[in-house]
């Protein structure tokens, strides 16, 4: 018997519970697409991956890649799909998976996986939630072997007291598989082909194992609520994980990580911070409360916050600080280097120990391009400095407070841009007495 294993990732609904536009599989989860979770998942038990997609699903299609699709052109329900899904194997064993459970673990899948042998003609994963709700029934025999499962709309009301709940996947010969997709028909409450059906037809040629799994993993997303619910497990998990890898979390429950987040040991992490997409931190960085970061690496010892953003292409270097209320967008900050308050950088590169003062941007966009600021090292940017890009302010220069920079800085330079300032003699009074007489009159 060949050992090639394919899993089957049935992806053509289009969750019309979400009342979205995107296909259910691309809703995301800890920043990333439901079905990117299960490719990773999968691709580490698998030979191959073929995904089952809808009509219209270009940015799915694309998502997958490299992996193969194949197109259910009518939704006539999960029997359906997989047998399409099988269509074009001729030999091995293939796991038949869901794109709205992302959840499911490696080590799960593998059980699945070692529980079909000779002896079992069909495994599949079954799970005890909480409430069962409308999850299909499993139904055993006297000696604990799965019979059949009954789809909850279909199921008597003795069935529907049955807590052992379908997690929809399963796995058996391909050539087992081809033949009983082919024996189903749409006898049913919805008039549809249920992959379900094929255990019944299983049991009656040998044994059915039911692998049983947990609900935080196996528990099916079909509603925004089911979403936020699964972020939560999600988060729970990489939370967890984070910790056990030396991470201080202060108030875990309200720190967001996503799932491609790397954070090395000696990371401290405080309340209310929200790490999206593309986030490495280095050892011993501090991030303080209510900052936002994606798409930026922060490096070792570096302090980010509190109530700071870092926006994608920022790269933060050893003993960095960013302060409050400052934006980085597409910036490099030197080791040592500050950046303390009220502050935005974008597409500029800062050199070593320079200090950025309160207030001061780079003005990077002129409506049409982006241009680059250039700051170089032990530099001092005076607190509400504008910084006109292109421009490049060199090594061990100064801006005055208040300066308008729109040409180079030389080295060592103090710059000043800005009008002169003029003392109106005892104009200041007067003009105070002017403008209370004026109120006074309403």
């Known amino acids: 018997m060949s050992s090639i294993t394919t899993a089957i990732i049935l992806a053509a609904g289009m969750g019309t519970r979400m009342k979205s536009r995107y296909p259910k599989a691309m809703q995301r989860l800890g920043n990333r697409p439901m ?22 699903m270009e940015e799915l299609t694309h998502y997958v890649q490299p992996h193969q699709t194949v197109i259910q052109a009518e939704r006539l ?47 599949l994963l079954g799970m005890r939630p909480h409430n069962p709700g409308h999850y299909g029934r499993i139904i055993v025999d006297q000696k604990g072997m799965v019979e059949r499962i ?46 379900t059906d094929i255990v019944a037809l299983a049991a009656r040629e040998g044994h059915v194992t039911c692998v049983e799994g947990g609900e935080e993993e196996l528990a099916g997303i079909n509603s ?46 405080e309340p209310h911070v929200f790490i999206g997409p593309g986030v490495t931190l280095e050892e011993g960085c501090l991030i303080r409360a209510f900052s936002h970061l994606e798409g930026c690496h ?53 050199g070593t120990h320079s200090n950025i003062g309160a207030g001061s941007i780079s003005c990077n966009y002129d409506g049409v391009f982006k241009h680059k600021t250039m700051i170089g090292d032990d530099c001092f940017i005076g607190s509400n400095s504008v910084m006109v890009a ?7 220069a100064m801006t005055a407070a208040g300066s308008i920079i729109t040409h180079d800085v030389p080295a060592g330079a103090l710059a000043f841009g800005r009008a002169r300032q003029a003392n109106k003699l005892e104009q200041g009074r007067a003009l105070q007495a002017a403008l209370r007489k004026k109120k006074e009159r309403g």
Request: charge should be negative; charged fraction near 25%; aromatic fraction near 4%.
């Open 35 to 56: 079905i990117g979770h299960l490719l990773e998942t999968a691709q580490h038990s698998v030979d191959q991956i073929i995904v089952v997609v809808g009509p219209g």
């Open 77 to 123: 329900g999960t029997g359906h799909a997989a047998k399409i899904g099988v269509s074009s194997l001729t030999e091995g064993k293939a796991v038949i998976l869901y794109a709205d459970n992302p959840l499911l673990t490696e080590d799960t899948m593998q059980r699945l996986l070692e529980a079909h042998t000779h002896d079992n003609k069909l495994s």
């Open 150 to 195: 009954v789809e909850y709309k279909d199921a008597t009301e003795t069935e529907k007291q049955t807590t052992l709940c379908n997690a929809g996947m399963m796995c058996a010969d391909v050539s087992d598989l081809k033949r009983w997709l082919a024996e189903i028909t749409p006898n049913n409450a919805q008039n549809e082909y249920y992959l």
């Open 224 to 269: 925004r609520a089911e979403l936020a619910q699964a972020e939560a497990r999600l988060q729970d998990r990489l939370r967890f994980r984070a910790m056990e890898q030396g991470v201080t979390l202060i108030d875990p429950a309200s720190t967001f990580l996503s799932i491609d987040t790397k954070l090395a040991p000696d990371v401290i992490i």
């Open 298 to 350: 922060v490096k070792a010892n570096a302090v980010i916050g509190p109530y700071a953003r870092l926006r994608p292409g920022t790269l933060c270097h050893e003993e960095t600080h960013v302060g409050n209320f400052v934006e980085l967008k597409n910036t490099t900050l030197g080791a040592g280097s500050k950046v303390n308050h009220l502050s935005y950088l974008g597409d500029s590169e800062v």
């Open 390 to 396: 292109p421009v490049k302010i060199e090594d061990e």
